[in-house]
């Protein structure tokens, strides 16, 4: 049981370039987010998905896609960088229910120049 | 959710208990308190949470006003590990469908 699993651990964008940052788990959660971390400040939400193929908006969507076609996957797509992208990504999941804890991973690094 | 408001940082001597308070006047009927911790840049980790009643497990305790309009994290015995950034939110569910992080408290412990 690996939990939540994200993969790249640090990335080096050049502006304009798109990527994809992956985000699995293996606990059969359904609910599951994408956070950005900036210097000094707390997470916020970019997109979630409550489901296989249910996917919403969050606090900082812009410039941010996602999909779910399965219940383990929640790739984050940005579609072209720009340097205020550059910060800490955090995957999260949790079981379905709504009165539950959430499993973070250990974050992705990304630097746009 | 509720608005959560926290102290910026605090400071606590190792193997002391440290005791991180959080207000949340405007907390509805049905709302909880979670608490996360957030170590050196790592992904944040679940603590506990409750609605009511004071609840404790095997990392901490948390005792809610009977007014429901504050709240304390209890670390008992404070080690080096416990410094991290803890967060408090006040939400109907903790599920990964949208927690709103503040800045959260800083907790420093002193060896």
């Known amino acids: 049981n690996a939990g939540v699993t994200q993969t790249p651990k640090f990335q080096v964008l050049k502006t304009g370039q798109s990527m994809t940052l992956q985000c699995a788990q293996d606990?059969?959660?359904?609910?599951m987010s994408w956070y950005r971390q900036d210097p000094g400040m707390g997470l916020r939400l970019i997109h979630y998905s409550v489901g296989a193929g249910i996917t919403d908006q969050g606090e900082v969507p812009n410039g941010y896609n996602v999909s779910r076609s399965t219940t383990e996957d929640f790739p984050l797509r940005l579609l072209s960088a720009a340097p205020s992208q550059t910060s800490v990504y955090f995957c999260?999941?949790?079981?379905?229910?709504?009165?539950?804890?959430?499993?973070f991973g250990q974050g992705t690094r990304l630097t746009v120049v | 959710d509720a608005k959560t408001t926290q102290p910026p940082s605090m400071d606590c001597a190792e193997g002391r208990a440290a005791n991180l308070p959080c207000n949340h006047s405007?907390?509805?009927?049905?709302?909880?308190v979670y608490w996360y911790r957030q170590i050196h840049s790592q992904g944040p980790q679940y603590i506990i949470h409750?609605?009511?009643n004071n609840e404790t497990n095997e990392m901490a305790s948390l005792i809610i006003t009977e007014d429901r309009k504050s709240s304390t994290l209890i670390l008992p015995h404070a080690t080096l590990r416990d410094t991290a950034v803890y967060y408090c939110?006040?939400?109907?569910?903790?599920?990964?469908?949208?927690?709103?992080f503040g800045k959260g408290t800083h907790l420093i412990i002193q060896p």
């Open positions: 939110i006040v939400r109907v569910g903790g599920g990964a469908d949208g927690l709103t």
């Open positions: 999260a999941s949790s079981y379905n229910y709504r009165n539950t804890e959430a499993f």
């Open positions: 409750g609605l009511k």
């Open positions: 405007t907390i509805s009927g049905n709302e909880y």
């Open positions: 606990m059969n959660h359904e609910y």
